[in-house]
């Protein structure tokens, strides 16, 4: 029979362009997100964190915006690189739990 | 730092079979969470616990799931019996505070 499984957006760019990946979270007294990239065949990778009293957060190559009025997030990757194809999770954290959300598999052509 | 270590690595077993999952955490780590991941529900909070302690097991699909951490270094998932719905790559994962999260790098089990 057919299986559904769980289709994930996917953003394909060109190596060296700039990727923009985007995440929707649903509690707005979230106050801690994270950036998770996971490779084939293992697991989730921590990238960058930023909390709810930032509005953008820099790390090498990567860098966090936050936008609590729309309760969105998103992930900008400069000159991407054929080892940044993978999927990519945004999480918020609750009381001690992550929610995680559902990935954008990211893939970058030569 | 060697990070979070989990065996086996895969694990292939038959319908009916106990299977015992395996989850060392970074030392000093004080929660532990075990993940299930499948294409269809993609990856879902089985268990997670606070000082060894059990803090919330609302995840666990049903009671052939059992987990145990007996000590700050160490866990196990046990599935009893296992069926093939349950095959899936399960991660453990740690932390030092109820923040940011490191994962090991699963194991992935097959029910035939």
């Known amino acids: 029979g057919e299986s559904v499984g769980l289709h994930l957006p996917t953003l394909s760019v060109q190596e060296g362009d700039n990727s923009i990946i985007n995440c929707a979270y649903s509690?707005?007294?979230?106050?801690?997100f994270i950036w998770y990239k996971q490779e084939s065949g293992k697991g989730p990778q921590f990238i960058i964190d930023?909390?709810?009293?930032?509005d953008k957060r820099q790390g090498q190559r990567v860098t966090v915006l936050l936008n609590k009025t729309v309760k969105h997030l998103s992930l900008q990757i400069a000159a991407t690189q054929p080892g940044d194809s993978a999927v990519y999770f945004c999480a918020e954290a609750g009381y001690s739990t992550l929610t995680f959300g559902k990935g954008t598999m990211l893939l970058v052509s030569p | 730092d060697a990070g979070v270590i989990q065996s086996p690595r895969h694990e292939v077993t038959e319908m009916g079979q106990e299977v015992t999952l395996r989850c060392k955490p970074i030392s000093g780590h004080d929660y532990l969470f075990w993940y299930r991941q499948t294409m269809m529900r993609g990856l879902e909070l089985l268990i997670y616990f606070n000082n060894n302690v059990p803090i919330d097991d609302s995840g666990m699909p049903e009671d052939r799931f059992s987990a145990k951490m007996p000590n700050a270094s160490f866990s196990t998932l046990k599935i009893q019996p296992s069926e093939p719905r349950d095959s899936a790559v399960y991660f453990c994962a740690s932390s030092l505070g109820p923040d940011t999260q490191y994962f090991g790098p699963g194991t992935r089990l097959t029910v035939l």
């Open positions: 930023i909390r709810s009293n930032m």
């Open positions: 509690n707005s007294a979230s106050d801690y």
